[in-house]
């Protein structure tokens, strides 16, 4: 049979161009994109909808972060060159980032090759651009050059004696820092007795060991610290550390490693030693408990004071040991302190309560611990101190006690009250504030006092405020603070007392603000009313005036009319001159009574005049001699001393009607069974002078007239003629001039006066 002919198949080029396994794409001559392979799409993170038809640089835009590479610039001259040329062009490894699936830049290195499709006419038809990722490579090219060179920068910066020790023929080489640390002179062929022979003959036998046995065992790790001998015969210490090259079957074939010269810490070592010593001497000799520890924190050294309290010696201390010591309310606080602060190289400070190893109770200590740094920086010691503050620490717990007690009664009282630190700043408001101000704590932090408080008074509160601060004197001021409930402003008074230490400085202020809303009304209702009464005084003072005046003319009139009918008149009825002298005392009564009312008057208005220095012995002579008539009919004996306060600050007039009223009193209320005394006495009592007047008359019953003593024709003896208005008239003068008046008096034994009169200011 013979074979059928095979039919043509019709390739799919387009199908078959976008599955090739290569990174393709081809572009009009325009440099628009007009097909793309799969494999394109995936490293690109593209889409056939982003690139079709579109400029291939409007499709890849550069990175703006790495326009340093010129990538656009350069990939577009190689595709104009391929036009240009019209031949293929090669970029071996161009950067060209490209946009990812998260929208942000991904670094990529690419190999492009483009290459010119020529149609029948001989014209570019198509660029076919085939493009390779290799960022792998590039990146791990760049990380060797950058390893090769911080390894030869290392190499050329290191003073470590370098050394390479083959184990299969002994021999060994060392880099330059063998002859410059030791002074050996260096060569190709040196044997490992170059290291072997000047190993200290001490540390030669251990050194050589230990290194065998890391050879040996299958290690891969050595190191050891020696003494190295030089040229010129002197010792260095040294710090040497190996790693051991094996074979695929494990066989050590050779042992690399470095040389460190420790001389100089080594040294710096001993001294520290030598310092720790006479540092603990120093420890062992301070008033407190002082321990050190090593830079992981453990506990190495404690002094006899810190052995004598915890009765746990340090060496060998474990953590369950401070358990033990510290109180189980401290514990979890102080060791993470102590391990933040060992962690961080900080200062470590904890106040914390031991147990104390004689009776078992806990005191409170003050622990501070600093780190010690060594020559490199590096913590190589911790020293730390326990300062007993139990007794601080208990006052400040009572301190406390006493604030809580403070607060929970400032909350309690219906004030606002506060509380502020030297410069004024408050540093603390009861609950009251927050509920009358509507303020809250935040508010009040950042803006004071000020929006409660009313706008015409801000000013004057803050100059007030800032000048008791300022003079450290006691702070007064009303003010008017707005209520939140009700929206408006009531009255406050708010005060303030500093509190001042044993040197007299100021170290709180403590205040108040109380309400005088209510207050306030009254005092102002008060002063309605003073007013007025003033003016209802003032008429009364007028009215008395004006009829003790119009009276006195008619009074006048009728007792010269009287005296005249006495002289021309005839009377027959035997009870007429009884009659006549009935009248007589009566006219005489209307007269004293109109004198006595425009004495009171004059009472009244003496309060304008000014003050004088009224001498009192004369003023005393004078008063005498007004009363001679009645002094000699009684045979009163006056005595007096103005010793001690020769003159009082009074008006003249005034004083005397005083003493006339007193003595005068004294004389008419005396006693039948014995010679009338009057004593007068002056002295100074607290801020007033003091005015003794005392007799030895009949005295007045004070519990039956004790609110009655100075009113108006108030009379406790009806005997004699008086008017009532005597005792009234002397407390009005006293009480006018800001004095005041206190009686003692007994039944049928006298009456002691005591006027209190106010020192005229200097």
Known sequence: MENAPARPIELDFKHLFQVLPGLYIILSPALHVLSVSDAYLQATHSSREKLIGHYVFDAFPENPDAQETMSMATVEASLRHVLTHREPHLLPAQRYDVISERGNYETRYWRLSSSPVFGEDGEILYIIHEVRDVTGQVLAEQERKESTERFQRIAMATSDVIWDWNLRNDTIWWNDGYEALFGFPNSANLTIASWTQHIHPEDAQRVRASIHQAIDSGASDWEDEYRFQCADGSYKI?????????????????????????????????????????????????????????????????????????????????????????????????????????????????????????????????????????????????????????????????????????????????????????????????????????????????????????????????????????????????????????????????????????????????????????????????????????????????????ASHDLKLPIVNMAGIFAELMRIAVFRDPEAPKMMEMFDRSLQQIHNTIQDLSDVVKVQRVRAHKLEMVDLKPLTEDVQLSLQDLLQETEARIVTDFSLVPALPFTKASLKSIFFNLISNALKYRSAN?????????????????????????????????????????????????????????????????????????????????????????
């Open 238 to 546: 040294v710090q040497d550390k190996g790693n051991v090259l094996r074979d695929d079957a494990g066989a050590p074939v050779r042992m690399v490693g470095a040389m460190l010269d420790i001389t100089a810490r080594w040294q710096h070592e001993q001294q520290l030693q030598a310092s720790l010593a006479w540092s603990r001497a120093l420890l062992e000799s301070l008033p407190l408990m002082t321990w050190t520890a090593l830079p992981d924190g453990t506990l190495d050294y404690g002094n006899q004071r810190w052995h004598d309290y915890t009765g746990i010696p340090i060496e060998g201390l474990h953590r369950e040991d401070i358990l033990r010591l510290l109180h189980p309310d401290d514990t979890a606080e102080t060791l993470s302190t102590w391990e933040k602060a060992i962690d961080s190289g900080s200062t470590f400070v904890s106040e914390c309560r031991w147990r104390s190893a004689a009776d078992g109770t806990y005191r409170w200590f003050l622990l501070r611990a600093v780190p010690i740094y060594d020559e490199v920086g590096k913590i190589s010691r911790w020293i730390g101190t326990q300062t007993d503050i139990e007794d601080q620490k208990q006052m400040l717990l009572a301190l406390r006690e006493s604030n809580q007690k403070f607060q929970f009664l400032a909350g309690s009282i219906p004030q606002i009250v506060w509380s502020a630190l030297p410069n004024g700043a408050t540093d603390y408001i009861n609950q009251r504030w927050y509920d009358y101000s509507g303020m809250s704590v935040q508010q009040t932090e950042d803006m004071g006092w000020l929006p409660a408080i009313h706008p015409d008074q801000r000013q004057a509160f803050v100059e007030s405020w800032r000048n008791s601060i300022t003079a450290g004197e006691p702070y007064y001021m009303e003010v008017l603070l707005r209520n939140i409930y009700t929206d408006n402003y009531r009255w406050h008074l708010a005060r303030a007392l500093p509190m001042r230490d044993a040197e007299g400085a100021i170290i709180k202020w403590f205040g108040t603000c109380t309400d005088i809303e209510d207050h306030k009304r009254a005092e102002e209702e008060l002063v309605e009313k003073n007013l007025e009464l003033e003016r209802i005084n003032h008429d009364l003072d007028s009215f008395v005036y004006a």
């Open 674 to 762: 014995r010679v009338p005394e009057i004593s007068l006495r002056t002295r100074l009592k607290g801020d007033y002078i003091e005015l003794e007047v005392k007799d030895n008359g009949l005295g007045i019953d004070l519990n039956k007239h004790q609110n009655k003593l100075f009113q108006m024709f108030k009379r406790f003896h009806n005997h004699v003629n008086g008017s009532g208005l005597g005792l009234y008239i002397v407390n009005r003068l006293l009480t006018n001039h800001g004095g005041y008046i206190n009686i003692e008096s007994t039944l049928d034994e006298g009456t002691t006066f005591y006027l209190y009169f106010k020192p005229k200011k200097s």
